[in-house]
Nanobody, 122 residues
Framework: QVQLVESGGGLVQAGGSLSLSCAASGSIFSIAAMGWYRQPPGKQRDLVAT???????NYADSVKGRFTISRDNAGMTVHLQMNLLEPGDTAVYYC????????????????WGQGTQVTVSS
């Protein structure tokens, strides 16, 4: 089993910054990618940013230039630095990891954190 624990959510005024962190633990052999998704009120969950094991990043167009995703050296923690926040960024942010749990298995599992609320006031 894999656990993802997010932290860093909160309330901030437009133009401000927040930093989210997600720590992975449990039955992990390797992590192919980690990322952040968000779900605004009444809307579906969409990709915000991802980072692969090689360090390649991908961002939603709406956050390019404002958000930065990064990973620690061990690859077990992912961060999302959010700058120039806008009211449209208000959402529950979820950490995601694509994990190979054991060398004895070939499948990759996708795991989700519990979510952390980010609220941006105008």
């Amino acid at each position: 089993q894999v656990q993802l624990v997010e932290s860093g959510g909160g309330l901030v005024q437009a133009g401000g910054s927040l930093s989210l962190s997600c720590a992975a633990s449990g039955s992990i052999f390797s992590i192919a990618a980690m990322g952040w998704y968000r779900q605004p009120p009444g809307k579906q969950r969409d990709l915000v940013a991802t980072i692969t094991s090689s360090g390649s990043t991908n961002y939603a167009d709406s956050v390019k230039g404002r958000f930065t995703i990064s990973r620690d050296n061990a690859g077990m923690t992912v961060h999302l630095q959010m700058n120039l926040l806008e009211p449209g960024d208000t959402a529950v942010y979820y950490c995601n990891a694509v994990v190979r749990p054991s060398p004895s298995v070939t499948y990759l599992g996708r795991y989700w954190g519990q979510g952390t609320q980010v609220t941006v006031s105008s």
